[in-house]
């Protein structure tokens, strides 16, 4: 196995920075960040009205394909309002992956639904349709054009994939069950922008797909997100749902339901477009940041750099290898870190956060592997 001295050295030299930290990840803005966001204040338009973002928004579409795009303050909130116009409440159960960021079992909760926790495949590090498959024939039956879960005998309503790290899951097959099963499918694809499963975006598969423009993430708004949908009524309402259902007049104020302030500001919305002009030039740099490290890796015989899976382009948001086990991983994490050179191991699994540790789960043997051996390194645009 490599010293992990020389990977801090690779590290460094990659980047080009001897001293100093170098990120995990950090924002890039070398467009028109600026000048958008001057224009809002020039104009006074930096709230929930102005220009950018319907611009967002449509720069959203064009760049995912998908047929409607609306947009919200976050990722978090975006997740939030695709479950509840799923109808999600709290006779519903909602399956998804115990390694995921903790927003999506969050946003699970804001609706009283509960999650369940299904293992996911090795390789995608994303949801596998063999642990649902096998999860769904156990377990649920289907009564009354609805999916039943019959140990708890709620309704499993809506399930959430995870494209983790921007490694797209098996989506297609994913979809057919849930079809089958009368399970609403929506993806998070907080992660995946600019990743692509048969050529077709992530996010573009389910009946909703969510984008999320946080600090961290592929491009940022500063906070933000996005509801994918191909559906033209669920669009309307999102965008009802997420505006304080207001109902549109020159003067008047009026309201048709209890709503959300779920609105991505004018500035916000300013900042997306100005980094969606610049998304494809800092994909092809994570691309190619991705294709150096693996070929780092390569002869390393211990260590396994993760590869985007067969049918599926990743945008490489957070470069991932897995170490031999939890031990070497430990010392790995302590010896770059202390060296300034970021790393860290994946998120404590949603079921043993103490909020979930009483949801129901399944055989989890593939996020066990994986707990104990991913280290994310550092994966921002390399100027
Ligand atoms: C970033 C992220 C979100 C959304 O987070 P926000 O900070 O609310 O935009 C949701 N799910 C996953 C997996 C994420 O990584």
């Not at 086990?325 to 060296?339: A, H, P, V, Y």
Request: charged share 25%; glycine share 6%; with cysteine.
């Amino acid at each position: 196995m490599c010293k992990f001295a020389e990977i801090v050295s690779y590290i460094r030299d990659l980047y080009n920075k001897p001293k100093g930290v170098i990120n995990l990840h950090e924002p890039y803005f070398m467009g028109n960040e600026k000048k958008y966001l001057s224009d809002c204040i020039d104009t006074t338009f930096v709230s929930s009205v102005g220009k950018y973002v319907n611009q967002f928004e449509d720069m959203c579409i064009e760049f995912t394909g998908s047929q409607y795009a609306i947009a919200t303050m976050n990722g978090t909130a975006a997740l939030h309002v695709s479950l509840v116009l799923s109808g999600v409440d709290q006779n519903c159960e909602v399956l998804t992956q115990p390694l995921t960021f903790i927003a999506t079992a969050n946003a699970i909760s804001y609706t009283d639904a509960i999650p369940v926790f299904l293992d996911v495949d090795k390789d995608t590090l994303g949801l596998s349709p063999d642990a649902l498959e096998q999860f769904l024939k156990d377990n649920c039956s289907i009564i009354n054009g609805t999916c039943v879960n019959r140990i708890t005998g709620k309704v499993i309503k809506a399930c959430i994939p995870m494209h983790t790290f921007g490694f797209p899951c098996r989506i297609d097959r994913i979809i057919d069950l849930c079809d089958k099963h009368h399970i609403v499918l929506i993806e998070d694809s907080a992660e995946s922008l600019g990743s692509y499963y048969k050529g077709k975006h992530t996010g573009t598969f389910g009946q909703f797909g969510v984008l999320s423009f946080n600090g961290n993430k592929t491009i940022t708004c500063g906070g933000g997100g996005m509801i994918l949908t191909n559906d033209k009524d669920m669009a309307k309402k999102a965008k009802h749902i997420t505006t304080t259902a207001k109902l549109p007049h020159k003067w008047e104020y009026a309201h048709d339901m209890i709503a959300y302030n779920y609105r991505l500001t004018n500035l916000s919305a300013a900042l997306g477009c100005a980094q969606m002009e610049q998304l494809p030039i800092i994909l092809e740099n994570k691309r190619k940041t991705a294709r150096r490290y693996e070929s780092f890796f390569e002869k390393d015989e211990d260590i396994t750099f993760v590869k985007e899976a067969k049918d599926s382009t990743a945008n490489y948001w957070l470069n991932t290898i897995l170490l031999p086990g939890g031990l070497e991983r430990d010392k790995l994490l302590k010896e770059t870190n202390e060296q300034g050179v970021m790393t860290r191991p994946i998120w404590k699994p949603m079921n043993k956060l103490e909020m979930f540790k009483g949801c129901q789960t399944y055989d989890l043997t593939n996020s066990r592997w994986l707990e104990d051996r991913i280290v994310n390194i550092p994966s921002g645009v390399n100027v």
